[in-house]
């Protein structure tokens, strides 16, 4: 069987991902249309800040990943874990790709936050971080490390590319965005952190094993 079929056998909605998605749409529901009054104390506060009288808790390190600010942002993730995470679950395993998603997503905001910290040294301001985009973009890296010449069709621009075509495209974007526009409200050495951790992690498993 080639890793085309492969992929396409797997295009189904595993336990990890189905769950991940059914809290991520759940919370999104209960934050903007039935109780937005709690979304400030879920999101992640840069620590000593503090907005409308809420600063950072514990809690934030992990609830800030099932988090979104407009439809379209979660629309966009959940597609994105929805097409790549169930052939990473399949491949690794429930315990092992639930692992994974996390510790990209911590790693995300771990590199977030020591950017930010950067900025604030030089005059920026702390901000806040909300999304499960780090999470999703360690998981296109899991996706295109185990089936690189996969091939995607893209909405836009309509072409179609391999899957680690379309994963160093993402990182080189994330990058030039990261580094050279300000003021986008977008996270991008969040994304790079979920990036850089997910490649890490896949190190690690090569060289030393999981046991998960």
Request: hydrophobic fraction near 50%; charged fraction near 10%.
């Amino acid at each position: 069987m080639c890793i085309r079929d492969r992929v396409k056998d797997m295009m189904r909605l595993t336990d990890v991902v189905k769950n991940l998605i059914i809290i991520n749409v759940i919370l999104y529901i209960a934050t903007m249309m039935i109780m937005p009054q709690i979304s400030g104390w879920l999101i992640f506060h840069y620590p000593g800040a503090n907005y409308d009288g809420i600063g950072f808790k514990p809690l934030q390190i992990v609830t800030h990943m099932f988090m979104h600010g407009s439809t379209m942002h979660i629309l966009f993730n959940m597609i994105m874990l929805a097409f790549l995470g169930p052939p990473l679950e399949m491949t690794w395993g429930p315990k092992r790709f639930l692992f994974f998603y996390l510790f990209t997503g911590f790693g995300a905001l771990a590199l977030h936050v020591l950017v930010n910290y950067i900025e604030i040294q030089n005059g920026g301001a702390p901000g806040l971080v909300l999304g499960a985009s780090g999470a999703v973009m360690g998981t296109l890296v899991g996706f295109g490390y185990n089936f690189p010449h996969h091939k995607i069709q893209l909405l836009f621009p309509p072409i179609t590319l391999t899957a680690r075509q379309i994963m160093i495209g993402y990182i080189a974007l994330d990058l030039g965005m990261g580094l050279f526009s300000s003021g986008s409200g977008i996270a991008h050495f969040a994304h790079l952190g979920g990036a850089l951790f997910g490649f890490i992690l896949i190190q690690y498993w090569n060289k030393f094993g999981s046991r998960l």
